[in-house]
């Protein structure tokens, strides 16, 4: 177990001094160097492996010593493990970014009398579309509710104006049927009202269904 304890952690030792590398090496050889210490890595856990077995079959007295060395061995090498993970995210952003913006660099402007556009995404020209959907939505529905309010102020109007009228019936003593004819007015133009108010909450209903 010793022969194979110090073998293993030379190898960490060894890692740990490659690891430094994977900044100053250019990006054409970086990812041959991060598969050979990939490698190395799994080499490693291989052999861990095997001194986990070889620990447990320590002596009592130094078994639980054993299990400590190759815990600690093992944290070492996931220590690395996250280390070289964490580098060749970085360097996956990186070149992403790169290419994004080469792509973006490399798009053709094309003009059309006085306006010049640049090829959009889909998807950002549908977040587009459906922002201004919704701008116009809210602005029709702002108009409803601005139709919907000036409708009952007009029934408040008509119903004011209705006891004026009749108040002034009485006080001219006006016929019974002049009264019905006065009465009925104010019933049509309450039915008016109440179609116009239903037209508007369903026109809204419609706007709101196909434009969401």
């Known amino acids: ?3 194979l304890y110090h073998q293993t952690n030379k190898q960490i030792q060894e890692v740990q001094s490659q690891m430094g590398r994977l900044e ?10 991060e598969n050979e210490l990939q490698a190395r890595i799994e080499q490693i856990f291989t052999h861990l492996e095997r001194l986990e077995i070889l ?7 130094r078994r639980q010593n054993a299990k400590l060395r190759v815990d600690q ?3 070492d090498v996931q220590h690395l493990q996250t280390a070289l993970r964490n580098f060749q995210h970085r360097r996956y952003a990186r070149e992403a970014q790169e290419r994004e913006r080469e792509e973006l660099m490399s798009c053709s402007f094309t003009t059309n ?4 556009s640049i090829p959009i995404d889909d998807t950002l020209q549908f977040n587009s579309n459906l922002q201004s959907a919704h701008r116009g939505m809210d602005d029709l529905l702002g108009s409803g509710s601005s139709i919907l309010n000036g409708l ?10 209705h006891k004026k009228m009749l108040d002034v019936a009485n006080m001219l003593g006006l016929s019974n049927t002049v ?8 019933t049509q133009d309450k039915f008016i009202m109440i179609t116009g108010m239903l037209i508007t ?4 209903f419609l706007v709101v269904k196909y434009l969401s």
């Open 55 to 61: 620990a447990s079959k320590e002596p009592p007295n």
């Open 152 to 161: 009952r102020d007009q029934r408040g109007t008509l119903k004011g104006t």
């Open 201 to 204: 909450c369903v026109v809204m």
């Open 24 to 33: 100053t090496t250019d990006r054409q050889s970086v990812h041959l160097l």
């Open 179 to 186: 009264m019905r004819l006065i009465e009925k007015r104010a």
């Open 113 to 116: 009398d006085a306006d010049t």
């Open 1 to 3: 177990m010793e022969t």
């Open 73 to 75: 061995l093992k944290y």
